[in-house]
């Protein structure tokens, strides 16, 4: 696991450069300060008390075409997606939101305050530092883990992709994190692999939102995986 301490904010190390480059995955520590965190965790705070009415809540299953339509359609959106569990008969919440949500998304950055927080100079001179000139966000999410199942094992290339392949991933941990309550899991290098899997429109249909995948599910050995368990605040 890779656990760089930073001289100074905005100025990121050549072995942090180095090793997201080599090993796809970086550790900053202390990237967001205790303001910074006090106001993004106010305002997830602020959107747990405005939930979707019963009739409009989603249950969150990646396994099927028709969920990944609705993700699909969430791009420009703040949708909630809750956990299979979470919901009953009627819409009904069965548990606390922050318990039954599995993720809001896919555009948190519509949200003012959260864009502030998301996008900040900071995070632009990142970005710059490894290369980039006009950094945009394509995709911004909250991903409540907690002690739930673990997500199915993917690359994120799968639903995200461009060439050449320019995106990166940026993960803020809200709270403290651990291989207990659903620190990330990464498999070093898999990144020069390329994406084994694609997430397509579907050439055979006229509808913009009709996907499908290339291929099926793929099977990785996971032995190699490596816990990142993250303090709150760190990248």
Not at 34 to 50: F, G
Not at 68 to 97: H, T, W
Not at 107 to 116: I, P, S, Y
């Amino acid at each position: 696991m890779l656990s760089i301490q930073l001289p100074r904010l905005g100025s990121l190390a050549k072995t942090c450069i180095d090793e997201l480059k080599g090993n796809g995955f970086a550790l900053l520590q202390n990237f967001v300060s205790r303001d910074e965190l006090s106001v993004l965790k106010n305002e997830v705070q602020k959107l747990l008390e405005n939930l979707p009415k019963p009739k409009d809540r989603v249950k969150f299953d990646p396994t099927t075409p028709e969920q990944q339509q609705v993700r699909f359609n969430s791009c420009n959106e703040i949708d909630y997606f809750f956990k299979p569990n979470a919901l009953g008969y009627n819409g009904e919440l069965l548990m606390k939101p922050d318990v039954g949500i599995k993720i809001i998304g896919y555009c948190l950055h519509k949200n003012k305050v959260l864009r502030e927080q998301i996008f900040n100079s900071k995070v632009r001179n990142i970005f710059k530092e490894i290369g980039y000139e006009n950094p945009v966000v394509v995709q911004s999410l909250l991903h409540f883990t907690g002690k739930s199942p673990a997500a199915p094992v993917h690359q994120d290339t799968t639903y995200m992709i461009c060439d050449p392949a320019k995106i990166v991933g940026l993960f803020v941990a809200l709270d403290d994190t651990d291989t207990g309550n659903g620190c990330p899991w990464f498999l070093s290098g898999s990144h020069k692999t390329g994406p084994q899997r694609l997430m397509k429109r579907n050439p055979k249909s006229d509808k913009k939102d009709d996907i499908m995948f290339d291929k099926p599910p793929i099977n990785i050995n996971t032995e190699n995986f490596e816990p990142v368990q993250c303090a709150a605040g760190n990248k």
